[in-house]
């Protein structure tokens, strides 16, 4: 089967630094993506890895290791606009069949 | 204006009522998509369509069908509501010639009484 596993839900504090990781089991890879929802609004966009290694995006950096199947989500000088729902989904495909799966997501509050 | 929009945002129906949810894109993207969202449950694909005359069934299409009108427009129905598709209701959009990562809709909250 195809699965994806990320933390249920996480803590952390205004200004600091949180990982949220994702590791992934797929009968293929053609990319991940990181995608942030605030409750009971739309998933936006953050990230896309396909190779090995950091994506820097202002405070927002992801990492690749598809050897391991793993990704983090790293989120730098947190504030509590950041309190949301981080989804972590696969493409298992290349070609036409390019179906995202999803992780069910990691409920991070960030408190003062 | 946004890119994808939905109408309509909120609806409340009965059981067995046919409906119909909308989406309309102005990103120029061919790739459509419809999930639905429940508590706990994650995102789940109903349909998909990679062109106008390209439809496919996701995960959970029971009960469900769709119509690609244009490039720009995909429309969800609900043949005959039943209460447990009470759920937010997402359309989603991407580009195969970009990163196809995907651009979503505000989304329609449906509840079937």
């Known amino acids: 089967g195809q699965n994806i596993d990320q933390p249920t839900e996480m803590t952390a504090t205004e200004g600091a630094i949180v990982q949220i990781n994702c590791t992934y089991q797929?009968?293929?890879?053609?990319?991940l993506f990181w995608y942030q929802q605030h409750a009971g609004e739309a998933p936006t966009f953050l990230s896309y890895?396909?190779l090995d290694g950091l994506e820097e995006k202002g405070r927002f950096s992801s990492f690749l290791s598809r050897s391991k199947g793993y990704s983090y989500l790293l989120l730098k000088e947190l504030q509590m606009k950041d309190s949301a729902s981080y989804l972590c989904?696969?493409?298992?495909?290349?070609?036409?069949?390019?179906?995202?799966?999803w992780g069910l997501g990691t409920s991070l509050a960030v408190n003062p | 204006d946004a890119d994808v929009t939905q109408t309509p945002r909120n609806r409340i129906t009965k059981t067995g009522k046919r409906i119909m949810l909308e989406c309309s894109q102005t990103?120029?993207?061919?790739?459509m998509y419809w999930y639905r969202q429940d508590p706990g449950l994650g995102l789940q694909l109903i349909y998909y369509?990679?062109?106008?005359?390209?439809?496919n069934k996701g995960e959970i299409s029971d009960g469900y069908s769709v119509s690609r009108q244009a490039q720009a427009k995909f429309s969800l129905s609900l043949e005959s509501a039943i209460p447990n598709q009470t759920a937010l209701y997402f359309c989603?959009?991407?580009?195969?010639?970009?990163?196809?990562?995907?651009?979503f809709g505000p989304g329609t909250r449906l509840t079937v009484t």
């Open positions: 989603a959009t991407s580009d195969s010639t970009g990163g196809d990562e995907q651009y």
């Open positions: 990103k120029g993207h061919d790739r």
């Open positions: 369509s990679f062109d106008v005359k390209d439809i």
């Open positions: 797929t009968s293929g890879f053609n990319g």
């Open positions: 890895n396909v």
């Open positions: 989904a696969v493409h298992p495909n290349a070609g036409n069949n390019r179906k995202l799966i």
